[in-house]
């Protein structure tokens, strides 16, 4: 359930309805100003709404009236154990403190926080963390540590509530990804207050980004979350907000930049895909417009798999296709595939967002590709289609081949039966073997 209050961190709202927000850590020492500085710089540029500092000290708190001035967006200082801090940073104009009440020093010093936070306007950001519960609730942790985690974030939601403090977000952090979905979808349903979600110390890179996704996407999925940060152990942030993008992009809650659509490559590859999507990806950074564009490694698939796309590049042999929306623009060399693709891109913005046409390019990339299409080839799309129809329709497979290929008859069946192999596993593994001519044709990589 979306959350029904909205706080302001800065200028960025948050909950109420309010796009999620992207939120990164600094992996600085937040008093050396010019490391502070320019890693705030980065995870800017790369797309953070958000970014928090860690204040564990003195200097730390000083250097947040610098930090708060110079940055391009707003800052959270997080707090732990010492109020004092806490109230320092408010006075230093950070625009949202998190802290955790149940270490600050007792409800007196968390009292204090909240009468000078009011004072000036600033929100909180108050949570639990599995690692570190109240006392009271260890057993209840032991038998049931989604309602612990629960039961503390409401206890803490009460407190506020009894301090007449209302400008808050929660979160509930665990490292578990069952706990940190089953917690916060109840939770989401006993407050109306923001949520920001995290998968606390998530790991790696690669390890970590899966969880987060399948964490966070299956709740922002089900509408919950106002907030997010993927934690990853490394000291780029702006991995970690690359990563919140690419869930928020996934899930359709938020566009920024190119999406590449990129097939897996099958036998059927032409040309070197791993080489060429990595660069399409790195050229495509450069670009702030949420333009669609695919890489495919084959002609028989391409063009009709990504017809959505703006911009699409295929591999056929020796040459490539390029297309937007379905249609051929032209083909190239395929060593000039993506050289050509940004060509074309750039045409189109410089027209005003207008695809520009040459009529006799795109006439000869027709033709070249109804002369090299490999209309048999066995695609995976194919099969599957095949087997679709054939077990909904009981009718053979040969019938909904015939179908499929309607209007290639000008293609050889190749050696052996044409067609008539059973649909389904080793069955369409067999008519691959014998319809396509082109059947277990790789590209090779020198
Ligand atoms: S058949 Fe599909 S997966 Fe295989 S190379 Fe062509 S587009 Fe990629």
Redo the contacts with the bound molecule.
């Keep these: 359930m979306a959350s029904k209050n909205q706080i302001h961190v800065g200028p960025v709202a948050v909950g109420g309805g309010a796009p999620v927000a992207v939120q990164t850590m600094t992996k600085t020492e937040t008093a050396n100003l010019a490391a502070t500085m320019a890693q705030i710089r980065t995870v800017a540029d790369a797309g953070a709404d958000i970014v928090r500092v860690a204040v564990p000290r003195e200097q730390d708190a000083e250097a947040l009236k610098t930090i708060v001035a110079q940055s391009p967006i707003p800052i959270i200082a997080d707090i732990y154990f010492n109020h004092t801090l806490a109230l320092k940073a408010i006075e230093a104009g950070a625009h949202c403190v998190r802290l955790n009440p149940g270490n600050i020093g007792g409800p007196e010093k968390v009292a204090e926080v909240i009468a000078l936070a009011k004072a000036h306007g600033t929100p909180l950001r108050v949570g639990v963390n599995s690692g570190s519960l109240p006392k009271h609730l260890r057993e209840l942790e032991y038998e049931n540590p989604i309602e612990a985690l629960v039961t503390a974030a409401t206890e803490t939601v009460e407190l506020m509530e009894r301090l007449q403090f209302e400008n808050f977000k929660v979160s509930m952090k665990s490292t578990s990804v069952p706990n940190t979905i089953a917690s916060n979808r109840l939770l989401s349903q006993r407050i109306p207050y923001p949520l920001h979600l995290g998968v606390t110390e998530a790991g790696t890179k690669w390890s970590g980004s899966l969880k987060s996704a399948v964490g966070l996407g299956t709740l922002l999925a089900d509408g919950i979350g106002d907030t997010i940060r993927i934690s990853l152990s490394t000291f780029h942030a702006e991995e970690e907000v690359k990563v919140a993008w690419e869930i928020l992009k996934a899930l359709k809650l938020r566009e920024r930049g190119p999406d590449l659509i990129a ?8 040309f070197d ?1 791993d080489r060429v999507v990595i660069e399409v990806e790195q050229r495509l950074e450069a670009y702030e417009d949420p333009i669609e564009v695919s890489v ?3 002609a ?3 063009i009709g ?1 990504a017809r959505h796309a703006d911009f699409g590049i ?1 591999g056929a042999k020796d040459m490539g296709m390029i297309y937007s929306k379905g249609e051929p623009l032209k083909k190239v060399p395929t060593e000039q595939l993506v050289d050509e693709l940004f060509k074309e891109i750039d045409r189109y913005y410089a027209a005003g967002k207008t695809v520009q046409r040459d009529e006799s390019a795109a006439a000869e990339a027709r033709r070249w590709l109804e002369e090299n299409e490999d209309a048999t ?1 066995m ?3 194919r099969i599957a289609a095949l087997e679709a129809a054939a077990a909904e329709n009981d009718a053979s497979a040969a019938e909904v081949l015939e179908s499929m290929l309607d209007g290639a008859d000008q293609v050889d069946d190749g050696p052996g039966e044409p067609v008539g192999a059973p649909s389904g596993g080793d069955g369409a593994a067999a008519m691959d073997e014998t319809v396509s001519p082109v059947a277990g044709r790789r590209f090779s990589r020198s």
Excluded: H, S
């Design positions: 097939c897996p490559t099958c036998g059927r590859l032409q895909m495919l490694g084959c028989v698939n391409g798999e295929t080839a695609t995976p799309e």
